[in-house]
């Protein structure tokens, strides 16, 4: 506390400011950060009075971090998403990544691949809707061939494979699981993440399950991984996608965070104890452009988390740890003049290592244009590389601890956050707000008034409404190999032809019958399809069944 010699200073250097200010004091607008929360210009230590700063990293409620020294023992995890054509190509990404550095915990390997669109929605790349989408926005994963050549070489024991999935989240880990059975591995020895993320529905107008059917699944995922692959992280919750949809930080906060509980309510009902799953689920959070907001924004997020999961009952200190892997926003990169978007993934990169987070991929300058190109894929990566290794940045422990302003806006996210989430929670939380559109229509609000913002200029956006230019910068897009599609075709037809088809009709009976005694609430759908996976059914095959049971809707 300050003594009271400490606080009569204090005064006689405040009055001093307000007199250096007098004379333009009533010319300063009001600024407010992405959130809408006022700023002042200048923070004192009267902004933290009340506050409680006796706080230590790796200590419940681990604001300042989820480990007691921060990056001293081990950097974040640079993870890239990427994905391209079909296994062969992506076996070659991968090893040019790992050639290029890029590495996790430990120095172990991390690969974060992104599905493509047809093998994301359950379709294989010789259905009729697939053509002309194959091998484009990422790799075709159709078979257990495909995950056999996906995971040959690498030790499963070390190396994490983070699938980026849509809807077929429980037919890809079945067909990587399969794969590493096939191997001689027992699955218990794969390390590596599911998205698992029916709930985005809430803000994304796609082809989705039937909305109680959805936490059905999520559930039966994350209950097999419980107890048979220990180390797989089960659910992602895609804070990231509600930021791009359009929520501001602190609704980003709140949903995110409800999402979450949604979660653990539904195991909960399914008879799961939470100390035995909540420790694997993680978040995937956007960083938006305003740098202290962000900061503020995670510090504020792992101290909500913490009273969330505890007051749920968990009580093993990892199952209160906000794991996050952050994706630096797309959203706000810029098709004109491309390369300043390198200026904004080094702000953001900032953001997330002084946050301290536990993952990062960074995004491509390019990414509004179109694929990234080698150059700048490779480029983004560096960006990590130098902020782990030059910057100085990760050498101290959540460093803006203690700034009146950081601590003083970590607690109005917080509480700002907090208003959001309890007024869901009381009216039947994120379920509920999935099913009656009140989560989307929010986020649509706030996506049209930012929007609003920038085509009048309230809000700068350099290069799109504030030093405009009148040309073009020279730029040598991605070129997208359309030969692929065709050699993902015969891949997929000689698996068909050498696979016994009468053992595949058979086990996918049994996927039906698993999913029907799963829809009343009964059973475990993950063995079953696995089993299939074993016998040759691809990921278009058991999403089908899936979807002839479940049901398959656009939520609006």
Not at 92 to 116: C, I, P, S, W
Not at 154 to 168: A, E, K, P, Q, R
Not at 212 to 235: E, F, V
Request: charged content about 20%; glycine content about 8%; proline content about 4%.
């Amino acid at each position: 506390m300050s003594s009271p010699v400490a606080n009569e200073n204090f005064s006689k250097v405040k009055e001093d400011w307000e007199k250096a200010r007098a004379k333009y004091v009533a010319k300063l607008k009001q600024r407010e950060n992405l959130s809408g929360i006022p700023l002042k210009t200048v923070y004192t230590q009267e902004d933290i009075q009340g506050l409680d700063l006796a706080t230590m990293p790796g200590v419940y409620p681990y604001t300042r971090g989820l480990y007691p020294d921060g990056y001293a023992l081990t950097p974040w995890m640079q993870q890239m998403v990427f994905g391209y054509g079909t296994v062969e190509e992506t076996r070659k990404k991968m090893e040019t990544l790992v050639a290029q550095g890029m590495e996790g915990y430990f120095g172990n390997k991390v690969f974060n691949m992104v599905l493509d669109i047809p093998s994301m929605y359950g379709i294989d790349s010789d259905h009729p809707e697939a053509e002309g989408n194959v091998g484009q926005c990422g790799v075709t994963l159709c078979t257990v061939e495909d995950y056999d050549d996906l995971i040959q070489g690498w030790d499963l024991n070390t190396t994490n494979f983070s699938l980026i999935t849509g809807d077929n989240c429980l037919p890809a880990l079945a067909l990587i699981t399969a794969a590493a059975i096939r191997r001689g591995e027992e699955p218990g020895v794969l390390h590596g993440n599911s998205m698992n993320w029916y709930p985005r529905t809430a803000v994304q107008d796609i082809p989705s399950w039937e909305p109680k059917n959805g936490y059905l699944l999520m559930t039966d995922l994350i209950r097999y991984c419980s107890n048979n692959i220990p180390a797989w992280n089960t659910a992602n919750l895609f804070m990231y996608g509600l930021s791009e949809a359009g929520a501001t930080p602190v609704q980003e906060l709140a949903y995110g965070l409800a999402w979450g509980k949604s979660i653990i309510d539904a195991c909960k009902e399914r008879g799961l104890e939470p100390d035995s799953f909540v420790g694997r689920m993680g978040f995937q959070i956007g960083i938006q452009m305003n740098f202290f907001e962000e900061v503020a924004k995670l510090r504020a997020h792992r101290r909500m988390w913490a009273k969330i999961t505890r007051d749920a009952g968990c009580t093993k200190p990892q199952c209160m740890h906000a794991r996050v892997h952050v994706h630096t926003s797309g959203n706000v990169l810029t098709a004109q003049q491309p390369l300043n978007n390198t200026a904004r993934i080094t702000m953001q990169l900032m953001a997330a290592v002084m946050g301290g987070v536990q993952s990062i991929h960074s995004c491509s300058y390019d990414e509004t244009i179109g694929i990234p190109t080698e150059l700048s894929h490779r480029t983004a990566l560096r960006s990590q590389q130098i902020m782990m290794w030059e910057s100085g940045l990760p050498d101290v422990a959540d460093p803006l601890a203690g700034s009146y302003y950081i601590e003083a806006l970590t607690d109005q996210m917080e509480q700002a956050a907090w208003k959001i989430y309890n007024e869901l929670e009381e009216q039947g939380g994120y379920r509920q707000g999935l099913a009656d559109g009140s989560i989307k229509r929010a986020i649509d609000n706030s996506a049209y008034a930012t929007k609003v913002k920038i085509k009048s200029g309230k809000q700068p956006v350099v290069g799109l409404n504030k030093y405009v230019m009148d040309r073009k910068d020279n730029y040598e897009p991605f070129k997208v190999d359309t030969a692929l599609e065709v050699k993902a075709l015969e891949r997929l037809k000689a698996f068909k032809a050498k696979r016994n088809q009468g053992d595949v009709d058979k086990a996918l009976a049994t996927v039906k019958n698993a999913c029907l005694e799963l829809r009343d609430g009964q059973g475990e759908l993950m063995p079953v399809l696995v089993e299939a996976a074993l016998k040759g059914a691809t990921n278009g095959e058991m999403c089908q069944v899936m979807r002839d049971v479940f049901g398959w809707v656009v939520t609006e």
